[in-house]
């Protein structure tokens, strides 16, 4: 008489199971509470492109870009996941930063646009736009765009 013995995995289902549980429940109860939200704001702003994209435009036209960067490049897809997104309670302001690059070659920059932007009429109406240069030390500043 043949004797079939069961895999290990198949004997300690119960065990594993168990254990990718509690894991899992771990794992979650360390996120933060605002991931949820935030993850919300960034879905949100990457429906509305229209934000980003205009204030970009606008902020191509200014003179100091101009010299500091270059001609801004467009935005990439994944871009504003390097940034920060921050919708109001009504959703018809936000506050985006996201970065931005310029077509001159500069080692090792690190450029910053942030926006303040409202709804008005269904059409996004721009408060301020500014450009931080983070680095280099020799460059670090802010470029005000728009102020309203």
Not at 13 to 32: A, C, E, K, Y
Request: aromatic share 8%; charged share 25%; hydrophobic share 40%.
């Amino acid at each position: 008489m043949k004797s079939y013995k069961r895999p290990w995995y198949k004997l300690k289902r119960t065990w594993i199971i168990l254990f990718f549980l509690v894991f899992m429940g771990l794992f979650i109860s360390t996120l933060p509470p605002e991931l949820s939200r935030n993850i919300s704001y960034l879905t949100k702003a990457y429906s509305e492109p229209e934000i980003c994209e205009g204030a970009l435009s606008i902020a191509k036209t200014d003179p100091t870009v101009l010299k500091l960067l270059g001609n801004l490049e467009p935005l990439g897809s994944l871009d504003m996941l390097n940034g920060s997104v921050g919708y109001s309670q009504s959703g018809d302001s936000v506050r985006i930063t996201i970065d931005v690059k310029g077509d001159k070659h500069i080692e090792n920059i690190r450029s910053k646009m942030d926006v303040l932007a409202e709804k008005i009429n269904d059409k996004w109406e721009y408060i301020s736009i500014n450009i931080r240069i983070k680095k280099p030390e020799e460059l670090k500043q802010t470029i005000p765009i728009l102020k309203k």
